[in-house]
């Protein structure tokens, strides 16, 4: 029997014809022990219910625990490095290009400790790590901040670079330690010459490594070598082996002569591996071993021959020279009389001097420095160097921190100097030539084109000189057939010009001592500039003057005729000798100013 609840049975009596209160029914349900209706807890509202409960206290769990470990931070000291023992330098330093030593049993070892701050005892939690570092000979300082110029154009600079210095790109320290061991082998020598015909032959070749070459001229056919090998080692029987072991060849090849040695590999080899440095096979097949050794070279040859040479760290030597010369050296100084056909010569921390070099040809200093006499046709390339020289023809320039000096005359100049200084006691028949933070002098100047930034140039007279940049420069000329050109923040003064004037300048004063009486036409525009002009007394033009927030100054007969008008101020009139107006050869003058004042006498 399904057991009924008491407002079922409170109902039921509600139908029946008698007044029955709830009170009444509540006892006979209990007087009859009528059992109330069991309520089921496991429903499926319920299960819904509690499905959503747990769900959401779960994600709120999972989020507090999220929140928690965000908040965790790891914060580690900087990595601490200490040497435990200061680094070799690299002192068996011999050839040219042998930088790094790889001995890696002779290597160094560093600790790097890395340790959390929050531990409790850093001892207990530092790690130790071994690095090895090759003993490496140390990099040479920079004197001065490294400034990258890019593909910057002369004149591009604006006036934030006032004050800008050059710098030097590195320093390299003098080698005379190798230098002097290369000249004080403490060993035996071995000295063989041979001789082979020179019928035919126009060029000789010998590329040398840490050796004199003395080349010397004759009038026989044949040319003859002579090489001194000298070694260094630290047992007798070795250097007895080295020396029965070298021997060189004069090989011919179509119309020139090559020396070779049986020493060459290991003389050019810039060997880093400890294997094979300081150790050769002779050819019988022996192993020696060996502290260093040298060959120079003591040559004749006829007066015409021309010659391809290399040496490094050592010099060459060389009489009058009646063909080409192609010349490289290292660390080392080239000493020539007369060339008379074609020269090219690349110089490297060494001096280079020459008497007169012929045709000319191509030099390039590094470094350096080069001296002679006189050319023909000179391309000279110089980085921190300086030059010397006499009469040149024609003379083609790139400088860099470079010095030039000429005692004579050069007919055509042209190129580009950046950081240096440039003197010509002589004069220059046709100058084109940009500057850059640099300074020329010279004596007279024929037709000039020029581009300064933060330059000066200094001359007598010259013929018609045209300035397509000058910035933050300064000109200084006495007498010139005319001038154009455009100037910012350069002053320009110039005694006399006695032809025609066209220039623009912008905060630049303009100082003309007198324009001459044949001149046709002076066309001046300034901004913020003081323009000062004195013309030829017997001179006649017409004034066209304007400016604005300025003052026009000019002779008192027509000072009269100035029109005031606000700020801005003009004039238009003649102003000289009336002969030539009258002859209708009169001479035009057009200022346009601002900001400035214009003074004509």
């Not at 082998?185 to 003395?214: Q, R, Y």
């Not at 006829?302 to 010659?307: E, H, N, T």
Request: glycine share 6%; hydrophobic share 35%; charged share 20%.
């Amino acid at each position: 029997m399904k057991n009924k609840t008491v407002a079922h049975y409170f109902e039921s009596a509600k139908r029946l014809p008698v007044s029955v209160s709830m009170a009444d029914v509540r006892l006979m349900v209990s007087t009859h022990v009528i059992p109330p209706k069991t309520m089921k807890w496991w429903n499926f509202n319920n299960f819904l219910i509690m499905t959503a409960t747990i769900s959401i206290i779960s994600a709120i769990v999972m989020m507090t625990i999220s929140n928690e470990a965000k908040e965790i931070k790891y914060n580690y000291e900087p990595v601490k490095i200490e040497l435990v023992s200061p680094l070799d330098t690299y002192s068996n330093y011999f050839k040219p290009k042998r930088l790094i030593e790889e001995e890696v049993a002779q290597a160094k070892t560093i600790d790097v400790i890395d340790t959390p701050i929050n531990s409790v005892s850093s001892n207990n939690y530092a790690v130790p790590i071994k690095v090895q570092l090759p003993n490496v000979s140390p990099i040479p300082s920079i004197k001065k901040p490294v400034a990258s110029l890019g593909n910057l154009e002369i004149g591009e600079m604006d006036a934030e670079m006032d004050g800008f210095e050059g710098f030097d790109l590195f320093e390299m320290e003098e080698d005379d330690s190798i230098v002097n061991r290369i000249f004080n082998i403490k060993g035996e020598s071995k000295t063989m010459t041979k001789s082979i015909s020179a019928n035919g032959i126009n060029l000789f070749l010998l590329h040398n490594n840490n050796g004199e070459i003395d080349i010397s001229t004759w009038n026989e056919p044949n040319i003859e070598v002579t090489a001194i090998f000298t070694i260094e080692t630290d047992n007798e029987d070795d250097e007895k082996k080295a020396l029965a072991d070298f021997t060189f060849e004069l090989e011919s090849k179509s119309d020139q002569i090559e020396v070779k040695t049986n020493w060459d590999d290991i003389q050019n080899c810039n060997c880093t591996n400890s294997k094979k440095r300081n150790k050769a096979k002779t050819d019988s097949g022996d192993d020696i071993e060996f502290k260093q050794f040298n060959i120079s070279y003591q040559i004749k040859a006829p007066k015409d021959m021309s010659y391809d040479l290399k040496n490094t760290y050592a010099n060459i030597n060389m009489e009058d020279v009646f063909g080409s010369l192609t010349a490289v050296l290292f660390k080392g100084d080239l000493n020539v009389g007369n060339i008379t056909d074609e020269i090219n010569i690349s110089m490297k921390y060494g001096n280079a001097a020459l008497k007169d070099f012929g045709k000319g040809g191509e030099v390039t200093l590094f470094k350096s420095s080069l001296s002679g006499k006189s050319a023909q046709k000179l391309k000279l390339k110089s980085n921190y160097s300086s030059v010397s020289l006499g009469k040149l023809e024609e003379l083609d320039i790139v400088g860099f921190k470079s010095s030039f000096n000429f005692s004579n005359t050069i007919s055509k100049l042209h190129g580009s100097v950046k950081y240096g200084s440039f003197s010509i006691a002589g004069n220059v028949e046709s100058l084109e030539m940009n500057g850059f933070k640099s300074s020329f002098s010279m004596k007279d100047i024929g037709n000039a084109k020029l581009a300064l930034s933060y330059s000066s140039l200094n001359a007598n007279n010259g013929g018609e000189v045209k300035v397509t940049n000058a910035f933050k420069s300064t000109i200084n000329l006495n007498t010139i057939s005319g001038l154009e050109g455009a100037f910012k923040y350069s002053p320009l003064s110039i005694k006399e010009i006695t032809n025609n004037i066209e220039l623009t300048t912008f905060k630049g004063d303009v100082s003309i001592g007198e324009v001459g009486e044949a001149f046709s036409e002076v066309e001046i525009e300034g901004k913020y500039s003081n323009i000062n002009i004195q013309f030829h007394p017997k001179s006649g033009y017409n004034l066209i003057a304007s400016s604005n927030y300025s003052s026009i100054n000019v002779p008192n007969v027509v000072s009269e005729f100035i029109v005031q008008n606000g700020s801005n101020s003009s004039l238009n009139h003649f102003i000289g000798n009336e002969s030539t107006r009258a002859n209708g050869v009169a001479s035009t003058v057009t200022v346009n100013l601002f900001q400035g004042n214009l003074n004509i006498k």
